[in-house]
């Protein structure tokens, strides 16, 4: 699948807490997070008494500054955001951690996922009299936390109850991040959905969405931080607590197949591996496809393809290559013009495919947009016959727990049949993986549940809430 | 006064309903009111059914963008706002107007001036579970207008007696532009001090900080706006009223002698002629000072400088130049540094001020550093003596009304006497306008009472909430 | 007259030898020199050994990075360049000065002014095979400099008559600074058309376009530089030479009516003091005229306005004032805009103006736009009457010495008698000064020669060369 | 190799005749080629007339605004140039196409590669005159062009007769494009070292440094360009010739190996096929190392790694991951920095590794700071042993054909032995290719002659003029 045409993650998260270096590290980390989200960065960091914000647009490396950097310097506790691409319309106000400062202390918030019944929260605080400046989950988390009375007020324990009191209150798919200036908390939801690691660097504790953050930064990788798990770090040490006892681990299956970094791992099994599995279990899939090389869509189904490769002893070859040279270009729309964007991404290896049977696989297929050219650009460089296999199922239906599928009617699975976006995209045959075969996959590797509601539309927490009409009303509003 | 070592403006407000060129006159009105913000601009457009707005940092031009322009057009109503230059730590987020949606209606709030019972308004509200995102008064109001209840919820009726309950809660100098879709509603404190003016344009209603703004966009300029009024504007017509009777008009003497532009107006006269009479008072107490020509410090000071001339019989001469082109450079601080800021910016004509005896008139004098330059420099260019006159009295005490004042212990009046900050700017003699002149100037064009308290100290609004010890905390934590 | 409604001087030079703050004195200059030129800006420093440069688009503190001026820094001779500010089409390999490496050691070039027979130097030179790379004057002298031969090559008396001998080729109207590792050559035109001024800092020569440089250094003003003059200074002194005898002293008439800054002194007399003397003589002119009070056009035309006030014994008042901010802005074009722009920049002040019979002084008209709405908005504001004086001849032709008109057909007194501008203006009368009365007033501070060719067609120096028909043809290939 | 290590390539060239979108293929054909020079970039097109010029700093999406590639438009003639990378002092004059004006007729160059004699003949030019106003070689061929006289000064067979003379006086590596108004010329030197390619498009002949830029377009790959070959195409036609016949082909050896885009070929055969061979035949050479799985090194010796992994037998695994979000960063030098930085980009995926004995292939190591990351990285991740295999000779010397090498001193085989160079990285052994097998690839894909002097110090054309003791002069006057 390619970035440009597909899926856009919602989010990546890092936090360090206790070490001299936190703002710094804290920024080495986001940078292997950045392909969970390009459009704003920021960074809060605690010295202990307050917080200390910094975030702005684009990349890491465009959205702070030096200066910013330095800003958030010596404090030994930090964390940090990297948000998704969306199109247009975005705010600063919208770039995350969230910052609050009040006279009864500080809070920064930041989070990844989407709550379900954000909306009725909203309406029901906005009834309150509370006031949204964003469209972000994370500010009805804030104004819910705020209001929360009881527990002890000034004590730690009194806000962990807090906490926890709120965390009920919200359904849906989210890692949390709630930093005071003396403790930082991160809770996952009750299914799990949205990937949370616990790592330790130089003996301090440490949370990424992703292992790939703690390889970045030589951290150790403790564990996955489990469904309704709620930890509070602070200077006296680590509370492992959980929010919730009913919890049904629904793990994001799309994080497997294409969001996460290869070399991050889940269950210490790195996606890579599992993704060469799914593409072994496509090979069996496609025993009947005859054919002289396997190519995988670079860079993120490369490793299906090997894994298909291995298992079928059709051998791989490097048929497509990717432009690492990719931004905003002017060239007119019109006549040509996508054709010619995708072409500037993406190229064959003539000799490589020239008079030969080619499978090429990719890890999804959303649009379908980019598998026409590919197997239309294939065959203009001489390929004999051009077979698509696909290393999951087909995609059909958007997904409420945060990953932004541009267009609902634009997801070509859910209103065209395998047979007809074959015929769409022009190749001699199209394979899917079975639904089946992918939690095969899975299960092998020790999961213990995975959401699949954008392949079945069984979605395990109910959406109900979050489709509305009245959302598209707000949306429209520009809410 | 120069604009660098000086007094700052916290802000200009326009308003326009009901044209159907609304944001594009408000741009043209918000460059007119340039002068009393360059920090950042906005501007917040009603369709009539929802609102939208845009914001940037820096002046005008460089903060709105043409596609941020053209993004509010053609909506037929508009409220904009520049923002003062405060030193450093500004964040976009601060800039006005606010707009806060919300699925019981948008709203959007700006304001001139400075609540002293903010702090203590804020605190209750964060007592109640408010979130602030920013420092600024006009989230209290809007915070304090979403918690109201009763009145009629939905009526415009019921709107009106929300906003003057609220408005009765909030002490100190200020006027709010309150924007709903259907409706712009201004109000003035209660003492009046800051300025707000009532304009009309093609049939059209607007409001102003100063009659500057009607006259960049061909406006009729209707009348002054009194303290306590509260005027709401909708498709049905213009509503005056008033959120309270008691009020004690207490207009701030600082728009006449500096902040406003000269062809602005008050009670129908022009802050030039206020100034000219000013400067006429001042001849009046320096008559004994003989001298060969009169030169005001440009610009603020040529109007006072123009009156003493005629009042005195001295001849004016512009011996003193400003540079147009000011902007960052890159001098290196140190040796000579500063004295070369100012040499950069203002230039003695030398064989206007060779050989003469020189009576120099600035406006006011806030911390002495650019008196004691322009002394140096004319003496140097041979003035054969420099007189300093002050068409002002000495200010001595920081405001708490909305003026930034850049550190208190800088105000070199509230620490020496005259004698001595003549002694500290090396003229040969030192003269400022007495309160009582300065009064009778304003009376003898309609004052119906003015704040005199940066030179009496004779607070009109009680500030003790202002400046409670918890302030300079607060202000030490960024808030 | 209005800068964006007028003529545009080319250029402000600066340039000091010997002082170890050379680079960073040339930035502050070139600040005082910014109403020279601001379309972009260069200095080029000398280790004594090599030269260094830098340069840039807009103004002078946008052109330049505090890195570039460091890199300059700590050599001890610099010159220094703004350029004038031209429509579109402007590339940074226009701005000066030019700086040429070859093994034969380093080359800066810097001009003010504009060669009348640049175009056949510049075939002539193309057909030996000489490569240009801009469209400059100083290109084409760095070639004749390169190319001439003798004098004895290494030594610094050879360079001096290369240089002479290349000063005698080129005709028209020119200020040079030429540059070596080792030498500053600053030379002035047979007819001395365009000012070049010598001064001294802390013992260090220095030259400059207007003595307002030296003022902004603290530098001595010596004296100034004569037509034909050629000075070069070294480590070992100052060498005053002539590159030609016969002299015929031409002075820019513009230079002391509009272009130099009021403060800058020529033979010792500020162009504030001749403007006033030209306003006093066009009050002569004008004794028919009765009016209440007299206004000047700011800022240019207050001097003048001034002198007539005190000539006449008409008060002269401020009924305009000037919006300091301004900048582009994205104002739709069409209906009302350009009514808009001015309306934006100058503001009559009502209660000075309304009722009142009123004489405006204008420097000088070119096209005509802004006195027609400042007649139209004094008269809108209330004046009874108004009369426009112009402080200088009519204005008929276009200027082949260095300034740019933008175009010829728009000079409006070149096309209509004095009584069909007064028409198109809607002035109640238009008075000029006559060429006489001009010339009167520039002969009693001790001028020993003045252009006035844009008044009479009397082209001092032979403009056959400049006028080609294929200077057409270039101008049209974008050369 | 890694781009931040290595060898920098000095440009890529593209240029089209009589084509109705000429420059906005151009513009997709530099984006093709945009791994050749991210420093700057240019596009020159020709009405038929006149010449018409763009250029930026930085990649090529920073380096054109819209509104410069529109103001290229419609002219149907164009060329490119995307320049190399090096580090600081770059200046926009330095960015081809070079575009020169002149009443003889416009001219635009730009090239590939690097004159060996360039010193020498800007030292005759100097001489005899010419001014330089860049480092660059392409200004040179103008100098020359310009002072060429004969062969019918008119015509386009004169033209070429002066091109051809020309180019018999350079030496050294080139590729130049040679534009007129009417005609596009494009010379290879007689050694063919670096590359150039003849296509078509939509009946148009276009030119490219690599036939990626073909692909991209959509155009035809007619064939390779050959040493000493001199084409000329205008509005009537291809023109093939030759300016010499004494030739000797010596393409360059690392365009194969490192810089070439993998799906880019060079007589039918891709880089991608070339290195997989280079990678079969190191696996010759290493029969003795017994390994559990291959990697190579991302993404230049994938190939590589590939060709070794099918001829060895030993399974190829992505072991090593490449971070797609590389930009400057602002992290602290110092303590653990450089080791921070490279791991910020290259990651080991841990349980592919872990416990296994790895070949790490590379395809050529410069300075050896990357090798000696990835082995340590590697065994911190769990491998048992760690084997480097270079698909590439030891590289000892550098290049005088057009390619960078950051300092002489730092390339680490000029000054170690494989053995030493084995126990700096800390891998279990080192295997180089040799030389004579390299070549034996080479000529099995019918290669005419590889220049390998990087490798062997047999430097083909003759250096000496290159390595003058003035270059090190010229070169710290930063000329």
């Known amino acids: 699948m390619d970035e440009f045409d597909g899926l856009k993650e919602e989010c990546g998260l890092f936090g360090i807490w206790g070490h001299p270096e936190a703002s710094e590290l804290t920024y080495i980390a986001m940078h292997s997070l950045q392909h969970r989200g390009q459009q704003g960065a920021g960074i809060v960091s605690s ?12 990349l890491l490396t465009e959205a702070l500054s030096k200066e ?36 009864k202390g ?42 929360e009375r009881g527990g002890g007020e000034e004590s730690l324990e009194g806000r962990k109850k807090r906490i926890k009191k709120v965390l009920k209150q919200v359904k849906g798919a989210f890692a949390f991040m709630i930093m005071h200036q003396d403790s930082l908390t991160v809770a996952l939801d009750d299914h799990g959905v949205r990937p949370l690691m616990l790592g330790r660097k130089d003996g301090s504790y ?29 200077d006296e ?9 009913v919890t049904s681990p629904h793990m994001c299956s799309m994080e497997y197949i294409y969001f996460a970094r290869a070399d991050s791992e889940f269950r210490r099994t790195s996606t890579y591996r599992i993704r060469k599995e799914l593409g072994r279990a496509l090979a069996d899939e496609m025993r009947q496809v005859d054919a002289d090389i396997v190519i995988g869509v670079p860079d993120s189904s490369l490793a299906a393809a090997h894994g298909f490769s291995e298992a079928s002893g059709i051998r791989q070859e490097q048929g497509l290559l990717k432009n690492r040279y990719v ?35 990719d890890d999804s297929i959303v649009r ?57 995209i022009g190749a001699d045959s199209l394979t899917y993986l079975s639904v089946d075969k992918m939690h095969d996959v ?11 509601a954008c392949f079945t539309g069984n979605y395990p927490i109910d959406i109900e809430e979050a489709i509305l009409p009245q959302e598209k009303d707000l949306k429209q509003k520009g809410v």
Chains 1, 2, 3, 4 share one sequence.
Do not use: W
């Open 47 to 58: 010295s202990g008494d307050y917080l200390f914000g910094a975030r702005g647009m684009g």
């Open 68 to 103: 910013q950097l330095d800003s958030l310097k010596p404090f030994p506790h930090a964390i940090g955001h990297t948000r998704y691409a969306s199109s247009g319309g975005s705010e600063l106000s919208n770039v995350q951690p969230f910052l609050f400062k009040s006279h």
């Open 106 to 147: 500080d809070l920064a918030l930041a989070h990844n996922g989407n709550l379900v019944n954000a909306l009725n929260l909203r309406r029901a605080l906005e009834d309150e009299g509370a006031i949204f400046q964003t469209t972000s989950d994370s500010e009805v988390l804030a104004h819910l936390l705020r209001r």
């Open 206 to 234: 440490c949370v990424a969405s992703e292992t790939c953050a703690f390889t970045a930064i030589g951290a150790e990788y403790i564990r996955d931080i489990e469904a309704g798990e709620m930890i509070t770090i602070t």
């Open 237 to 245: 040490g680590i509370d492992f607590d959980h929010y919730t006892d």
């Open 327 to 361: 931004g905003r270009t002017f060239i007119t729309p019109g006549q040509e013009a996508r054709e010619r964007a995708v072409r500037m991404k993406l190229s064959p290896v003539r000799d490589i495919v020239e008079g030969r049977r080619v499978i090429v696989i």
């Open 368 to 424: 379908g947009t980019t598998s026409r050219f590919i197997v239309k650009a294939l065959k203009k460089a001489g390929a004999k016959e051009v077979h698509m296999g696909v290393s999951s199922p087909p995609l059909k239906n958007p997904c409420y727990y945060g990953i932004d599928v541009s267009t609902h009617a634009e997801i070509i699975a859910s209103r065209k049949s395998p047979e007809e976006i074959r015929d769409e």
């Open 442 to 452: 899975y299960h092998s590797f020790g999961s213990k549940g995975q959401c699949d």
